[in-house]
T-cell receptor, first 114, second 112 residues
Framework: DAKTTQPNSMESNEEEPVHLPCNHS???????IHWYRQLPSQGPEYVIH???SNVNNRMASLAIAEDRKSSTLILHRATLRDAAVYYC???????????????FGQGTILTVHP | DSGVTQTPKHLITATGQRVTLRCSPR?????VYWYQQSLDQGLQFLIQ???????AKGNILERFSAQQFPDLHSELNLSSLELGDSALYFC???????????FGQGTRLTVV
């Protein structure tokens, strides 16, 4: 499985933008970049995913480098509710034993200060 | 509410026992995934099913087994339980192996 590297922790102030980086230098051409987050005492929650182009949804934006070896999850205005562990995951989008497999790494612990 | 239902929410059992965890996926979802989360190991992928067939296996112990039934619900069976099996067990489902996955609230297993 292709690996991702994320900072262990990051801090932000409420109502400020947050940029969560992820490196994935061994990404293959068929891997989608997925982001999930896990709030305290809850199951993981889907945030966003993309392949090559930048993506936006109601929760966040995903900026993908041109060479696809890194990506950044952008929370435009952090709230206290965004404090969570954020996981960047490469998900195989083609057949084989890893097709669709979601493997979580250690993630980034995001702390949001009031 | 993700639409994924896991039962029971909590389970306390003794070492050596066997338990079954149940997962009902979201309506229409064909893929089911099982994860184990303990304090020192993070979220560990156990196994994935798609439309009743096993598709991928992670670090699942031989004492553990799972299946997905024709109605698409899934069960994770844990046997010969050890203290170290105490953890949160999450189930997730997705429409296909390509689409976003939705997680249940988990089953907290405590082995005493």
């Amino acid at each position: 499985d292709a690996k991702t590297t994320q900072p262990n922790s990051m801090e932000s102030n409420e109502e400020e933008p947050v940029h969560l980086p992820c490196n994935h230098s061994t990404i293959s051409g068929t891997d989608y970049i997925h982001w999930y987050r896990q709030l305290p005492s809850q199951g993981p929650e889907y945030v966003i995913h993309g392949l090559t182009s930048n993506v936006n949804n109601r929760m966040a934006s995903l900026a993908i480098a041109e060479d696809r070896k890194s990506s950044t999850l952008i929370l435009h205005r952090a709230t206290l509710r965004d404090a969570a562990v954020y996981y960047c995951i490469l998900r195989a989008n083609a057949g084989g034993t890893s097709y669709g497999k979601l493997t979580f790494g250690q993630g980034t612990i995001l702390t949001v200060h009031p | 509410d993700s639409g994924v239902t896991q039962t029971p929410k909590h389970l306390i059992t003794a070492t050596g026992q066997r338990v079954t965890l149940r997962c009902s996926p979201r309506s229409g979802d064909l893929s089911v995934y099982w994860y184990q989360q303990s304090l020192d190991q993070g979220l560990q992928f156990l196994i994935q099913y798609y439309n009743g067939e096993e598709r991928a296996k992670g670090n699942i112990l031989e004492r553990f087994s799972a299946q997905q039934f024709p109605d698409l619900h899934s069960e994770l069976n844990l046997s010969s339980l050890e203290l170290g099996d105490s953890a949160l067990y999450f189930c997730a489902s997705s429409r296909t192996p390509r689409t976003e996955a939705f997680f249940g609230q988990g089953t907290r297993l405590t082995v005493v």
